[in-house]
């Protein structure tokens, strides 16, 4: 938690809008917070068992270690993310390694990893599926599939950041037409 909690401050920017982790200013992290995340997480592997918080612990370790956006070690997340699904194998497990599959693998085969997620009853009202789902064919340059991936996020319960999030996605992919 404390590796996440770091990150708050660089979560939003001063418009009170999203910030993506791969364009966070890192120097907003709270060094505190992630030394102290450290420690506990160095203590925390000490043992022999490995549960599925190890595993979160350090996927979030990974990403905060990494100097900049270009630096993560997207092949290890995936390892853990891989570990963390046979222990937990939730939808939402498997919607967080499609992305990291993304970024190890690309667009084409996380869309494959989320397409068993589509009709998951679980999933239903998610937003996060039709946004991923957008995103991935938004980087294909399928931008008429991902715009209805996007209008399909929006009706969605999510946050008003959120939805100016995916309204930005979506007018990414209509950049004439008004919203």
């Known amino acids: 938690m404390a590796f996440q909690a770091a990150r708050l401050p660089a979560r939003i920017d001063r418009a009170g809008d999203l ?7 890192r120097s907003r992290w709270d060094q505190r917070l992630i030394s102290f995340g ?3 997480f160095d203590q925390s592997i000490a043992g022999d068992e490995i549960s599925e918080y190890h595993i979160q612990a350090a996927i979030a370790a990974t990403y905060t270690r ?8 997207w092949p290890l997340i995936l390892g853990l993310h891989d570990q963390l ?13 499609a992305v990291v ?7 084409a085969d996380a869309l494959a990893a989320i397409e068993p997620l589509e009709n998951d009853p679980k999933l239903r009202d998610y937003y996060l599926l039709p946004a ?3 995103h991935l064919l938004l980087e294909l ?3 008429a599939e991902a715009a209805d991936c996007f209008r399909a996020a929006l009706e969605c ?3 008003e950041p959120e939805r100016r999030f995916l309204r930005r996605k979506l007018e990414k992919c209509e950049p004439d037409r008004l919203l």
């Open 157 to 159: 319960h999510c946050s």
């Open 141 to 143: 340059g399928r931008c």
């Open 19 to 25: 910030v993506l982790m791969e364009w966070q200013d």
């Open 132 to 134: 991923v789902r957008g």
């Open 66 to 73: 990494a100097v900049d956006p270009h630096s993560v070690d």
């Open 85 to 97: 699904l046979s222990i937990n194998a939730s939808p939402v497990v498997a919607l967080n390694r």
């Open 38 to 40: 450290f420690r506990k």
């Open 101 to 107: 599959v993304a970024k190890v693998r690309g667009p």
